[in-house]
């Protein structure tokens, strides 16, 4: 939206004050970006009860599996943790001309590109580079837990910015259900089963705790006590 400001200075012809043009600009942004992620949410609900269930073999359909992949990527694209990197980036990049600022505004602005540009390639690449799904069932005494980044690269650090080598979604979708989307395999093996012990479940709770900015959420109070430490 790299016209949005000027349309901010149009207040003379919307016959409002600059400060209610910028807010009603502010918001209609803000309504925009919310009612497209919407919608994109609500094409993977029939796909996430099937998951919920056990059920992948919706990944071995090209239209069904491009629409899912879609969606994931921007649910791990589209969280305050990622803006907050790709701003920093942005702030940052070393081939920007000599002594060129950019404002907040702009960076917002081209946020958006970035989003909608690294949702398709990562949607692209999952569903084209032989990604399928690894149910991992827990039966241990603690369960799953998530946060404000819902889904996570494995294989990142997410302590500092490097980028990693390597991708694989960790998708938690219950207390006791979690999915991995990763090629280390074969498609056939699409939907495959394991049962994690409590070391391997509390190894993936410390990565989501690691993966989160602000919030991590879980079924109750008791199994979020334990984690009430600085990161």
Known sequence: MPYA?????????LGISETDAANLYETSRNDLGES?????ESTAINYINLLRSKDSAFLNDTDSRNVFYFYLANQYTRT????????????????KPPCYALSKEDAANLHYFH???????????????GYYA??????SDAPFITSDQPIINIYADYKNSATPNKLALYY?????????????????????????????????????????????????AASLKRYLINK
């Open 115 to 129: 989003i909608s540009f690294t949702s398709n390639s990562i949607g692209f690449a999952l569903s084209c580079k």
């Open 172 to 220: 938690p979708l219950t207390p006791n259900l979690a999915v991995l989307f990763h090629n280390e395999g074969q498609p056939e093996h699409n939907g495959e089963f394991f049962v994690l012990n409590a070391e391997q479940v509390e190894a993936y709770n410390q990565m989501i705790i690691s993966a989160s900015l602000q919030q991590i959420y879980g079924n109750n």
């Open 80 to 95: 305050k943790r990622m803006r907050d990197a790709t701003l920093e980036s942005i702030a940052n990049g070393n081939d």
């Open 36 to 40: 497209y992620h919407s919608q994109i």
């Open 5 to 13: 400001y000027n349309h901010k200075k149009a207040d003379s012809f």
């Open 134 to 139: 690894k149910f991992l069932q827990n039966d």
